[in-house]
């Protein structure tokens, strides 16, 4: 398998250059530009940006070249694999790659409690209450991030923004009341690391598209109200990404195909872009060639073995749930097609392929160390 996602510059390796600017330990390679800048420039505010789903294509095509985002955007980097946001921003939250947090996707499966689990939610696939059970060994994955690590050391301060709840974040409105909120903390004396995490232009995109006009102008708008908040900033350095970009989906249904969804021992899980199955045992000689008969025009399809070689999650010492999430096979999306099974969402652009638009995203760097 031919890993694309560099995990010498992806988002894993940012976080790290943040570890190591707040004094914190870190398992892999920082970024050295981004170190040079930090150690120079000795910001007071570290403030990451992270724009669901704002890949660095989608960016080409949406804005011109004197856009905000465009003009400093140091380069494109890649994310981590799967391409999708609970993978993505794990790993820039904690500076671990998802071998090792175990946050894999949108629908993983937990082994103690032999269930797939919607992560984000808390609760089974397709359901909508909370698995009591998952609670109970979620601390299998890992939850501590650098924001709390910061924390708890005491030397520095660190702050995490939300459109939700989520921990001790800073829960925010809108774009508008998000900036501010920003702004004040950047006040506050001391050095400090803030995470500022929008869910646009990704959730408007999955129901219109990253062509609609609506979701450009979410995008324009976000151009030229970080353009505005950055030019009051002072002493901090802040940089700008995305966890993944998106794709127009065509949805293939495998109830639809009932020779292969037979041949199953549990749903599918991970992402449906990038799709684990497990597989009966009496199944496990014949399965690629049954699933390459009907899709393999769409999707390359690796055995554990491969993938565990590729290191496509990244490397380091694998999460104890890692092992079991990945299933006997994952198929990871060439082509725009999606592999949807019950309790799967049906939406009209995704994520977590092996398209360019998918895995690459912007890095931008905006140094406001000067005034």
């Not at 400090?192 to 999955?206: G, I, N, S």
Request: proline residues 3%; glycine residues 6%.
């Amino acid at each position: 398998m031919k890993v694309k996602n560099n995990y010498d510059e992806c988002l894993t390796n940012l976080a790290c250059s943040v570890r190591k600017y707040f004094g914190l330990g870190y398992e892999h390679k920082p970024i050295d530009y981004i170190d040079k800048i930090l150690e120079k420039k000795q910001p007071d505010n570290v403030i990451i940006m992270l724009f669901d789903g704002m890949g660095s294509r989608i960016l080409d095509k949406t804005l011109d070249k004197n856009s905000f985002f465009r003009k400093n955007q140091y380069k494109e980097i890649t994310t981590v694999f799967p391409a999708t946001t609970t993978a993505a921003t794990t790993s820039i939250r904690t500076g671990l790659n998802p071998i090792e947090h175990g946050w894999l996707g949108w629908n993983t499966y937990i082994k103690p409690i032999d269930k797939t689990i919607t992560l984000f939610l808390n609760c089974e696939k397709g359901k909508k209450i909370t698995c009591k059970e998952f609670l109970d060994v979620k601390n299998k994955l890992v939850n501590t991030t650098i924001t709390d690590e910061i924390e708890e050391a005491g030397i520095y301060h660190a702050k995490e923004f939300f459109p939700f709840k989520s921990g001790n974040a800073i829960i925010y409105s809108n774009l508008d009341n998000m900036l501010n909120l920003v702004m004040e903390e950047t006040k506050i004396q001391g050095k400090k690391f803030l995470y500022v995490y929008d869910d646009e232009p990704d959730h408007t995109m999955h129901k219109l598209g990253a062509d609609n006009e609506t979701v450009k102008n979410l995008i324009k708008e976000r151009d030229i109200k970080v353009s505005n908040f950055c030019e009051k900033l002072k002493n901090s350095l802040v940089i700008i990404v995305a966890d993944h970009g998106h794709i127009k989906v065509d949805n293939i249904f495998l109830n639809d195909y009932p020779e292969l969804l037979n041949m199953l021992e549990r749903t599918t899980s991970i992402e449906q872009r990038a799709v684990s199955f497990k597989v009966k045992k009496e199944y496990l000689n014949i399965f690629v060639d049954k699933f390459n008969e009907f899709f393999g025009n769409y999707f390359k399809i690796y055995n554990k073995s491969e993938i565990l070689e590729s290191k496509i999650f990244g490397d380091g010492t694998p999460n104890e749930l890692f092992d079991d999430a990945i299933g006997d096979f994952i198929a990871v999306a060439n082509s725009n097609k999606c592999l949807i099974t019950d309790g799967d969402d049906v939406l009209f652009s995704q994520h977590a392929g092996y398209t360019d638009d998918e895995i690459f995203v912007p890095l931008i760097i905006v140094d406001k160390t000067e005034n």
